[in-house]
């Protein structure tokens, strides 16, 4: 198997829109620190697959679609989720995106690709999971453990040539009155791995299924500091688990890349919320001084007021591929966590499930969440029971390939 990593910079012009929270109190000011869209490529002589990172808020169907041409290559293309990026279109349901950044993100995830291509050689592959701790919890239940699982696939040329993290954690920590672009948590853990594993290791990080999961809980500040202490935490528990033992991938000269998609159509959700309601909690918290009941009560409305469209059917795409020993699993928009650990647990084969990828549909909560009436419910465009369906669609499809 042959593997290589190139990256593309995504330049940000000063009063961009930026995408990610409704009180936004205006467009870009300047950069904190850059985006970029980050490629991986795998090659076993006969078929290439590519997964591109890019540093925006979410992929929409159209954008995925003119990078998968554009590569000319079986592509997933996949948002970090950041929201200190550009607005590419990223609403409830899904949507056109916009230009210039239909145009600009479809050029740079070309150049990232064919970088990539160029920098193909020999490789081996391992996998490795463990439990994070302190960085990520269920953004909607104060005191929840803070712990959630970390995917790292190494890549590995006689010494260490890179690593594929999966992090599914909400990139969110810097605050809706922040107005310069940043790739928030990502950029932060990217930077703590290059400087832990110096320049010559390729660094590509990816977030899982994150719907439900922030640093609401966990973060300290919401500044340039607590974003390195942050991804120092990520860094640190990736050092653990390359010192330890894995699970071998693909060696040197293998051979063995698949891949299938499948479409499925969403019910809407039928939404029976009282704005009315949700506004007088929300006033009852705020008089009552309690910050976490404030932030939560003012996220339910913020969730209520995001559902713009009115209620119809959502086409997705359901993504796995196999590469050699590993099954990656691409699912569309912001999938709960628990969805992702549905697809995963299948013992005996390294699965590691991205969030994100190739369309945004909005929030894909378990059926149980829809007992609660919370952003991530009240936000979503799907009726109860679609994220089991895509779980279900992605292990059969597993099961087949």
Known sequence: MRVGHGTAELPVPDGTPMGGYIDRPGPSTGLADPLSVSAVTWSDGGRRFALAIADVICVNEDLAGRARRAAGCELWLAASHTHAGPETGCVPGGGPTPEPWLGRLTEAVRTAVRRAIDAERPCEGVAYRGELHGVGAD????????????????????????????????????????????????????????????????????????GDISTRHTRRGQDAAELRRLGELVADRCDELLSGPGTPLWRDGATGISWATR??????AATTADEAALLAGYERAAASGDPVATRLA?????????????????????????LGGLAL?????????????????????????????????????????????????????????????????????????
Do not use: C, K, M
């Open 298 to 322: 003012r996220s339910r409305l913020e969730g209520l007021r995001a559902r713009t469209a009115p209620p119809a059917r959502t086409g997705v795409d359901v993504n796995i591929a196999r």
């Open 329 to 401: 699993v691409g699912l569309p928009g912001e999938p709960f966590l628990a969805v992702a650990e549905r697809v995963a647990d299948r013992p005996g084969e390294p699965t590691v499930v991205l969030g994100y990828v190739n369309g945004y549909p909005g929030y894909l909560p378990t059926a149980a969440a829809y007992r609660r009436a919370e952003y991530e419910v009240l936000a979503s465009q799907v009726a109860p029971g679609s994220a089991e369906l895509i779980a279900e669609t992605a292990r059969n499809l597993l099961e087949d390939l």
């Open 139 to 210: 953004r909607s239940r104060p005191g929840a453990p803070a712990v959630v699982p970390l995917d790292l696939i190494a890549v590995r040329d006689g010494g260490l040539a890179g690593v594929l993290v999966v992090l599914p954690v909400h990139p969110t920590v810097l605050p809706a009155a922040n107005r310069l672009v940043s790739a928030d948590l990502v950029g932060a853990v990217r930077a703590s791995l290059r400087r832990r594993l110096g320049e010559d290791v390729w660094v590509a990080v990816a977030t899982g299924a994150a």
């Open 263 to 268: 479409r499925l159509t969403l019910e809407p």
